[in-house]
């Protein structure tokens, strides 16, 4: 056989729903609390493991089932904890919260930039020594998305 296998990526797409606001230093309607149908393109490059994977779409299954109907909300805006709540003051807004439907982003804002941070963030920490490569690309609807790349 003269081909020679150079490369190895998987690929993975899904959608899920989930509400935020943004946190800006001017006047928008991003301010205001609203949901989006994201999708979330993954690809992942690397060496076979001894399961004879890349890395494991069960893995990026379970991060899909974390974010789906939950509202998004940043680390820094949370005020006081009560009980099983948490209180979110931002933005003229005093939110309290139910914890299991909130996702806490250990970032400053809910952007879609940082969204797609945060997901790669997730599958390196799932990733084995053969991966070598991850890319996230988050898009709020069919005209916008943010990208990001992790290299090993």
């Not at 690929?11 to 609390?33: A, N, Q």
């Not at 899909?64 to 209180?87: A, F, P, Q, R």
């Amino acid at each position: 056989m003269r081909f020679k296998i150079v490369e190895r990526k998987i690929g993975w797409h899904k959608d899920f729903d989930s509400s935020h606001f943004l946190v800006l230093p001017y006047e928008s309607k991003c301010l205001r609390i609203h949901g989006h149908t994201y999708n979330v393109d993954v690809e992942i490059w690397g060496d076979l493991n001894k399961n004879g994977m890349i890395f494991d779409f069960n893995h990026l299954s379970s991060l899909i089932k974390l974010l789906d109907h939950k509202i998004l909300v940043s680390e820094e805006w949370i005020t006081e904890k009560k009980g099983s709540y948490i209180i979110i003051e931002r933005n003229g807004k005093r939110l309290e919260l139910p914890e299991d439907e909130v996702v806490v982003l250990n970032k400053p804002n809910v952007t879609a930039e940082l969204i797609a941070e945060w997901f790669a963030e997730r599958i390196s920490e799932k990733a084995g020594e053969n991966v070598k490569k991850i890319r996230v690309k988050i898009w709020e609807d069919p005209r916008s998305y943010a990208e990001v790349v992790l290299e090993y």
